[in-house]
């Protein structure tokens, strides 16, 4: 497609309520962001930079030449700073595992911070909506039941809908609804239990 056609392309326009929303979410990160100090910025650096294929690559090619060099500075008869079993590259990769574990468990830490004002963000819009809903469902049955053109009728389901929900009862109801861990199975009656006489006994006797 020629640079021509593509900018003749109409750019879509989104419904108000939606750029709200996304408008919404991006002053949400970037409050987040803003609120994390010089060294969590530094934190966080850290640990995307860590993350990157050419820091694996980088460490691996390190790791090569250390061992190279060493080994082959051994078999020359040269006295090295690391001989096998490489006691040295084993400290320097051990502190580094423990510091990336740190770095990771530390972002993820403000991730998880993240994640939980938008978990609570669309809980609190589920409910919004919902009791919405059950006003709207109320009002329909209202003017239902006011305009003389419609039969007067009981609708059960419509009336249970209309009543908005109760977040601590769904909730308590959740929980008494969850599956306990698998009990271990009942030993049957002893009476149900045949005997391995019984199981051997003949039929008939002879």
């Known amino acids: 497609?020629?640079?021509?056609?593509?900018?003749?392309?109409?750019t879509p326009i989104l419904p108000a309520?939606?750029?709200d929303t996304i408008q919404a979410i991006a002053r949400l990160?970037?409050?987040?962001?803003?609120e994390a100090g010089a060294?969590?910025?530094?934190?966080?650096?850290?640990?995307?930079?860590?993350?990157?294929?050419?820091?694996?690559?980088?460490?691996?090619?390190?790791?090569v030449l250390w061992i190279g060099g060493n080994l082959s500075g051994s078999f020359a008869g040269y006295s090295v700073g690391d001989a096998p079993p490489f006691a040295w590259l084993q400290g320097v990769l051990g502190?580094?595992?423990?510091?990336?574990?740190?770095?990771?468990?530390?972002?993820?830490?403000r991730e998880d911070q993240l994640a939980g004002y938008r978990e609570q963000l669309t809980s609190e819009l589920a409910i919004l909506g919902e009791q919405k809903s059950a006003k709207i469902i109320s009002l329909l049955e209202e003017m239902r039941q006011d305009s003389p053109t419609l039969s007067d009728r009981v609708e059960e389901e419509a009336a249970a809908m209309s009543i908005a929900a109760d977040p601590q009862a769904v909730l308590?109801?959740?929980?008494?609804?969850?599956?306990?861990?698998?009990?271990?199975?009942?030993?049957?009656p002893e009476e149900?239990?045949?005997?391995?006489?019984?199981?051997?006994?003949?039929d008939?006797?002879?």
Request: a negative charge; hydrophobic letters at 50%.
């Open 39 to 63: 060294l969590q910025r530094v934190v966080e650096h850290s640990t995307a930079w860590i993350g990157r294929p050419r820091f694996l690559a980088g460490l691996g090619i390190l790791i």
């Open 1 to 10: 497609m020629s640079e021509t056609s593509a900018a003749s392309v109409p």
């Open 204 to 206: 008939v006797e002879v």
């Open 29 to 34: 990160h970037a409050d987040h962001r803003q």
């Open 17 to 19: 309520h939606i750029e």
């Open 172 to 188: 308590d109801a959740i929980k008494e609804s969850e599956v306990p861990m698998e009990a271990p199975a009942a030993a049957l």
């Open 192 to 202: 149900a239990e045949p005997a391995v006489g019984e199981i051997l006994k003949p």
């Open 95 to 109: 502190l580094l595992a423990l510091y990336v574990t740190l770095l990771i468990l530390t972002t993820q830490r």
